[in-house]
């Protein structure tokens, strides 16, 4: 308001700027939606604001008035420099639409006004920041407007009133230089060289003093490059080029100042996008890349203008030719980038690579040339470290290849394999070899090892379109080079053709062999690839299928069996004879199933098929360990075929499941991701065939060891390197990029091997001392001094004096054995230890995997008997694993058995109905669950166990007979099917006393809840037990959950229906007689526990007080009316207004009102007697800093002549005191910003004095 003022005074002095007549404020008060819309624009949410501004222009273009018209100028422009942030650009975009939509308003005249009000000659100096951004924002204004450029004159006026804007960076940083370049992105070349060239011409002859005009210049060259040709800026500058070689160190101590001011941004900033481009126009890229970047930016330090320089390698991408894409993708950037991505694996340091694979990735997406796409994918996979690629296998920028691309970087990947070339590669590593024979060996082979893993990457990313050729060779490729060898070249086999440069190690077959079960695994998930439709409808895409419908797997089982048929090709040295044996009996039965499955396709078919080919392939890496395996497995298959074709009845229990069972359970111990899933696909197809015998094999898996007690002392401490899951085979694709990234020089990692060699030598020197010394090891000790006679006896204490040199060094000798012996013993403990921690984190796998068996016979036949014996195995599980030490195995093998409990089986819609045959078993194993709740410590165990027995009672009533709508009876709520009612509900009502008599049961109220909601009738056999502990519970908590439970109870519609007539009324009876005696024994008392019995005995009492007034029951209810309003005198109710409302709404039953509160204004005079004085709050207004109520009570006389006095009194002393107390606050710089108090002179105190003295004369009378 003091700005608008200021400004209001002079604006008559303005040349070309005509006054628009003044209107009355009031006038506008006829339409406050007008006013209002200004008020929108002030609104934090931007939708409003916009809003705001489109209502504004449409309201002034319909009614077209000047008045309004004026008006709105006038708030826009006061608005420019308003106090929020968000309401500037507002208040700026509404200021620009209103100028383009009429085309009347003048540019001019409008610029006039902004300079006028915010000239920072005449605004004062603590608004002037505002004064700025007003000034900013309405060259925005005239900016978006769009006539800007129409009119030259207003251009000039703009530019120069920014160019006096740029000196404030403090508050307005680079805003005015970029919105130059905006002005200068629109303005025409005619504009710029008649107009703005010598408005702008300080700014364009000194680039290099800041980069904001730096930018500026390279904004005018690329937009005005006729007017601004090398003559002329020759003449402006001195030079003809902007790079060249005088400018190279001014430039870089330049860039050097642009790295720094966005390093928290961590952007690219336009400068440097604009100089590589001026550099590619002027064709100085090379000096620019060499002299600037590489020699000026990346000799600086890692940190911000190393990072600049990656950004301008991914930026530049796009621009730059073939050669000089190869030449950059093999300088020195591209090797400090190397170099930072080694040290950025460290925890807490920067990384770059996520910035750099979207400049890839928008590069490689926007690009057409199949050959520039070649060259940069090429480049970053040469970036190595110790012959390891430093991208990771799976780089998904990959994604945006075309298909030849792909196709020749797969070939390229492929000759990489066969003969290595190390020389092209860029290796960042700074080791030293000590043989180079053996370092070559090891480069190569953490070069193949890589790209095995990145030939699966490419064939599992489905979002890389790959033709089915490519993925073929692939295949082919891995399975050759991982499991065979060639002797010579054989026609039928492409692979033989290519000769090995480098052998094959074993680690590296190893490696390879891992990567080809990983690719098996994503062809197993492969889509099949969509052929031309022709009825456009759309298709569900099968997987692990190929075009022709066969499968993947099918296809490279064929080609081993191909290649173990060529003669000048040899398999593995483990392919002996036996296995040959083997697979030649394999051959036989997946021939006979897939002949079965020409016939009639089948899921058991197709799943015993896949699992023939994967242990048949498997047979390359493990056969010693799957010859029995499959063996056991055509047995399986015969004899299910045979019992299929048998007469029915001739086998009751088919002894195939059986072994089939234990054959998957075998399987399942393999390191494999696929072969989890495909027993999982077995297993799913036999379901319907399971057996009682086969299932307890399962549940046999998931007991727990007899030794589990005494192993589990020695497994204290976690072990980082064990693999938790089973996917071992996966380690090429994820565990590459770690040794590539993670195998740093050995300089920069031997200081963290010294910590960590230091740290185990403290935790061991901790186990010694905790463990003791060994009592064996303390008398060999013993012995060894004894015979060197180096103890000293108690007669003699000088007998380490006698010994001689020779002695010594013979004591040290027998020291040194004894010390290396007992280090052996110690470490042989460690090793077992630790060997017993490994066995046991793999029971624990193997458990998990043998819980997918479980999960999908519970989902595929939930409504089976069978189902009901995982019942008890399941419990025992989470129990055991509850009481564990919560390990993170533990906790993934609890959480798995928990979701199949909970979510599968009792949750389920479906489940036994009948169990006619096995009543008995059942309320027996009821019994059994029921009885060990009560003996359970945990409430979360106690849980399941209590689930478990409603889902028996839920099996054992079974499903009751359909009915329609409406239809509920009695009879129907009361049916309970093959439920022993008496047995059950008597299990239950001793439950439910325990619950109520034990202080720490691990029954809870929401259980009971459960049963009372799902089973009515049990409901009812139970409510006279929770009736009778409302006064009989063991304590306060248990006698209001006996209220809840009654009332919910007396909620129920179905408690109501089985309760009809005499029974209702005489429950209701009971229930009041038991809330009387509950009301006469409260007390006084303020515990929470006896506040929240008292909040659940009234809504009990509310609850049944509703009953007996609508069903208008004969009860007695005046002694429990007299109770509960003698309550109201013991028991305070004021507290919680919860306790107190529920009160009065059930004395409403009765009819007694809530007594309303009478209001009884204060007498101040008596208050500031007799109350004491308060603490003044921090944060609060002082009673002196506050104004005097102009109109006071009327009192007394005396009162009132006395009472003055003393508050004036009072008033002065408490103002010194806070004027003593800023005056220490105040700072010492203070005191020139404002004249201190004490320093005003004593006239002008005594004339304060008088006034206030009148004023309170004029208010007492």
């Known amino acids: 308001m003091e700005m608008s003022e200021q400004s209001a005074e002079g604006p008559e002095l303005v040349p070309g700027l005509v006054p628009g007549p003044t209107r009355p404020a009031a006038a506008f008060h006829q339409n406050r939606v007008f006013l209002d819309l200004f008020w929108d624009l002030t609104k934090p949410e931007q939708e409003v604001r916009l809003r705001a501004v489109d209502s504004l222009v449409q309201y002034l273009q319909s009614n077209n008035k000047e008045e309004e018209l004026e008006y709105t100028l006038k708030r826009l422009v006061d608005g420019l420099s308003h106090s929020r942030e968000t309401a500037r650009p507002a208040f700026s975009l509404a200021l620009g639409q209103v100028l383009s939509a009429f085309k009347d308003l003048s540019l001019l005249q409008t610029l006039d006004r902004i300079r006028v009000k915010y000239n920072l000659l005449t605004v004062k100096k603590k608004l002037q920041r505002n004064a700025m951004f007003g000034s900013l924002f309405g060259v925005l204004a005239l900016h978006q407007s769009g006539r800007l450029t129409q009119e030259p004159q207003v251009v000039v006026a703009c530019v120069q009133l920014l160019q006096s804007l740029t000196p404030h960076r403090q508050h307005l940083k680079d805003l005015p230089t970029k919105t130059m370049m905006d002005i200068l992105n629109q303005v025409e070349e005619e504009v710029f060289e008649q107009v703005l060239f010598s408005a702008l011409q300080s700014d364009l002859s000194t680039p290099f003093r800041t980069p904001e005009q730096l930018h500026l210049l390279l904004v005018a060259l690329q937009r005005f490059p006729h007017t601004l040709k ?304 022709e009825d456009g409808a759309p298709h569900k895409r099968l997987l692990g299928v190929r075009a022709d419908g066969s499968m993947w797997i099918c296809h ?61 392939l498997y047979l390359f890496k493990a056969p010693e360990e799957l010859l029995d395996i499959i063996r056991d497995l055509q047995s399986c298959v015969e004899r299910a075929h045979k019992k299929r074709r048998s007469k029915p009845g001739e086998e009751q229990e088919p002894a195939w499941v059986e072994v089939l069972v234990e054959v998957l359970l075998s399987l399942l111990s393999q390191p494999s991701r696929h072969m989890r899933q495909v027993c999982k696909m077995v297993f799913s197809s036999v379901c319907p065939h399971v057996t009682q015998p086969a299932l307890s094999a399962i549940l046999k898996v998931l007991e727990p060891e007899p030794d589990d007690a005494d192993s589990g002392l020695l497994i204290t401490d976690d072990d980082p390197g064990l693999n938790r899951e089973e996917e071992e085979e996966e380690e090429g694709d994820e565990g590459t990029q770690e040794e590539g990234l993670g195998s740093d020089d050995e300089d920069d990692e031997e200081e963290g091997e010294e910590d960590g060699d230091t740290t185990d030598d403290e935790d061991e020197d901790d186990e010694e001392l905790q463990e003791g010394v060994d009592p064996e090891f303390r008398l060999r000790l013993m012995k060894v001094l004894e015979q060197q006679n180096a103890l000293a006896k108690e007669e003699d204490s000088s007998g380490d004096e006698d010994l001689g040199d020779e002695d010594m060094m013979k004591l040290d000798q027998s020291l040194a054995a004894v010390f290396s012996e007992q280090k052996k013993k110690t470490q042989a403990k460690k090793d077992e230890k630790s060997k017993l921690k490994k066995e046991k984190l793999l029971i624990r796998d193997f458990k998990i995997k043998v819980l997918d068996l479980v999960e999908v016979y519970v989902s595929r036949q939930c409504g089976t008997p069978l189902v009901l014996s995982l019942v008890q195995p399941l419990l025992t599980l989470i129990e055991r694993c509850m009481g564990s030490d919560r390990e993170l195995h533990e906790q993934d093998l609890l959480r798995r058995t928990a979701d199949i409990l909970r979510n599968k089986l009792f949750r389920a819609k479906v489940y036994c109905r009948s169990v006619e045959d096995r009543t008995q078993e059942l309320h027996d194993l009821l019994e059994t669950l029921l009885n060990k709740v009560l003996k359970l410590h945990d409430s979360s165990v106690a849980l399941y166990y209590f689930s478990a ?44 006393s325990s619950f109520f008599s034990r202080r720490k049961s691990p029954l809870t109220t929401h259980m009971f809840s459960d049963l009372f909601t799902r089973f009515p009738v049990l409901c009812v056999d139970l409510l006279d037990t929770a009736v009778q502990n409302i006064t009989t519970g063991v304590r306060e908590h248990q006698r209001g959950q006996a209220c809840v439970l009654v009332q919910q109870a007396l909620q129920s519609r179905e408690v109501q229906l ?44 509310q609850c049944v007080l509703g009953h007996v007034h609508r069903q208008k029951l004969p009860l007695s209810l005046e002694p429990l009316q007299t109770s509960l309003q003698e309550l109201s005198s013991t028991i305070s109710l004021n507290r919680t207004g919860r306790l107190e409302d529920t009160y009065w709404a059930v004395m409403k039953k009765f009819g007694v009102l809530k007594p309303k509160a009478e209001k009884i204004k204060p007498n101040l005079a008596d208050d500031s007697k007799t109350a004491p004085k308060r603490k003044k709050k921090k944060g609060f207004l002082p009673e002196t800093k506050k104004r005097k109520k102009r109109k006071v009570l009327e009192t007394s ?51 304060k004095k008088k006034e206030k003295g009148k004023a309170q004369g004029q208010t007492q009378a």
């Not at 028996?952 to 022993?980: F, H, I, Q, Y």
């Open 230 to 533: 090398p003559k002329k800026l020759k003449k402006l500058l001195g030079f003809s080029t902007i790079i060249h070689q005088d400018n190279v160190p001014r430039l870089t101590e330049l860039l050097k100042t642009v790295a720094n001011s966005v390093k928290k941004e961590h952007v690219l900033p336009p400068v440097m996008l604009d100089l590589l481009k001026l550099s590619l126009r002027e064709d100085s890229f090379q000096l620019f890349w060499t002299k600037v970047i590489s020699e000026g930016l990346l000799k600086e330090p890692p940190g911000p203008s190393h990072y600049l320089s990656f950004r301008v390698l991914g930026a530049a991408l796009p621009l730059l030719s073939d050669t000089q894409l190869q030449d950059v993708l093999k300088g020195d950037v591209m090797r400090q980038y190397g170099l930072h991505l080694l040290s950025s694996q460290k925890p807490g340091r920067f990384q770059l690579a996520p910035e750099m694979e979207v400049y890839v990735s928008s590069f490689l997406q926007g690009c057409k040339d199949v050959d520039r796409q070649l060259i940069v994918v090429k480049g970053f996979s040469s970036l190595c470290n110790q012959g390891c690629p430093m991208v990771p296998p799976s780089w998904r920028v990959v994604q945006h290849l075309h298909s030849p691309a792909l196709q020749a970087y797969t070939s390229w990947l492929l000759d990489m394999f066969l003969r290595p070339q190390l020389h092209l590669l860029l290796d960042v590593s700074t080791k030293k070899p000590r043989d180079e024979k053996d370092d070559r060996q090891t480069l190569v082979h953490r070069l193949r090892k890589w790209i095995g893993a990145r030939l699966v990457a490419l064939v599992d990313n489905q979002q890389l379109k790959k033709e089915e050729a490519m993925v073929l060779q692939v295949s082919r490729f891995l399975l050759f080079h991982a499991f065979f060898s060639s002797t010579a070249v054989c026609a039928e086999v492409p692979e033989s053709r290519e000769e090995l440069s480098v052998p094959l190690q074993e680690d590296t077959r190893a490696a390879l062999a891992n990567s080809f079960f990983s690719l098996l695994l994503s062809l197993h998930h492969l889509p099949q690839e969509q052929g031309s439709e």
């Open 1197 to 1247: 006389d005396s009162t009132a002549n006395i009472q003055p006095e003393k508050a004036q009194k009072q008033t002065n002393k408490e103002s010194k005191k806070d004027f003593k107390k800023k005056a220490k606050k105040r700072p010492a710089g203070a005191a020139h910003v404002q004249d201190s108090p004490a320093k005003k002179s004593k006239f002008l105190q005594k004339k």
């Open 556 to 616: 490279i089982f064929d080609f081993a069996q191909m290649l173990l048929q060529q003669q000048h090709v040899e398999p593995g040295p483990a392919f002996g004879p036996t296995v040959r044996d083997t697979w030649d009996s394999l051959l036989l039965s997946v021939s006979g199933l897939r002949k079965k499955m020409k016939k009639a396709q089948s899921p058991e078919n197709k799943a015993f098929l896949q699992l023939f080919l994967l242990v048949g």
């Open 949 to 992: 027995c409603l889902y028996l009672v839920k099996v054992l009533r079974g499903a009751p007979a359909s009915k329609g709508p409406g239809e509920d009876t009695a009879d129907s709520v009361r049916w309970m099917g093959n439920l022993d009612q008496q047995r059950v509900s008597s299990l239950f009502k001793g439950a439910l």
């Open 1058 to 1101: 089985l309760l009809a007539g005499d029974p209702w009324t005489q429950l209701c009876t009971r229930v009041t007689s038991q809330l009387l005696m509950s009301v006469q024994q409260m007390h006084g008392s303020e515990q929470k526990a006896l506040k929240d019995k008292l909040q659940q005995v009234l809504e009990l009492c």
